[in-house]
């Protein structure tokens, strides 16, 4: 004799049936997805969570209840991944913007002790100013100067794809490349 299930299948609509059989016969989807169309549409064909968790090559049925209560609140979005677990970023928009700022700033040679930026010099930087990161990592910089689109160049310094200091007649200028944003691709 089987268990009551705590959290039984609502009825599929049309849509609903309809979108499941694409996405689990679907090659480009990815893995998890189809995976998880397919449990909701065994258990909608009448097996137990344990028979949709075997069909599917995965060991609990907890999971395949848990999804099924997902999807009886969320609908399709419930096949979505639902978090990558893992800690929580440490660095919100605010800290993010601190970084930039301070590699965007010319630094000081005297209170710097640097002509251009690197990774250490930029962590040393953050973590001495008064309002700076003082547990912030040079990956941590690396990766949020590469997602802004600041890139490493061979004069040693970091500074943002797209514009360049040019010397003309008149004084510095800024030169911006309109096509910057197509070749960060």
């Known amino acids: ?9 609502r009825a599929l609509t049309e849509q609903e ?3 499941l059989t694409q996405l689990a016969r679907s090659g480009s989807e990815r893995a998890d997805v189809v995976t998880r169309a397919r449990q ?4 909608a064909s009448g097996h137990s969570y344990s028979q949709a968790a075997e069909a599917t090559g995965r060991r609990s049925y907890q999971a395949v209840s848990k999804l099924v209560a997902r ?3 969320d609908g399709l979005a419930a096949l979505e991944s639902h978090g990558s677990g893992g800690p929580k970023p440490t660095y919100d928009a605010a800290a993010r913007e601190r970084i930039l700022a301070e590699a965007r700033r010319t630094p000081t040679p005297q209170q710097d002790g640097t002509a251009s930026w690197s990774l250490m010099s930029l962590r040393h930087a953050l973590r001495e100013a008064p309002d700076g990161l003082p547990q912030v990592s040079t990956w941590t910089i690396g990766q949020v100067l ?6 490493w160049l061979a004069a040693r310094s970091w500074c943002e794809t797209g514009k360049a200091v040019r010397k003309r007649r008149s004084g510095t200028v800024t030169v911006t490349d309109p096509d910057a944003q197509a070749k960060k691709i």
Do not use: D, T, W
């Not at 909701?40 to 258990?43: G, I, N």
């Not at 590469?146 to 890139?151: M, S, T």
């Open 71 to 73: 999807f009886n609140r």
């Open 146 to 151: 590469h997602e802004a689109g600041f890139r």
């Open 17 to 19: 049936q309809q979108a």
């Open 1 to 9: 004799m089987s268990r009551c299930r705590i959290h039984p299948l």
């Open 40 to 43: 909701v549409l065994l258990v």
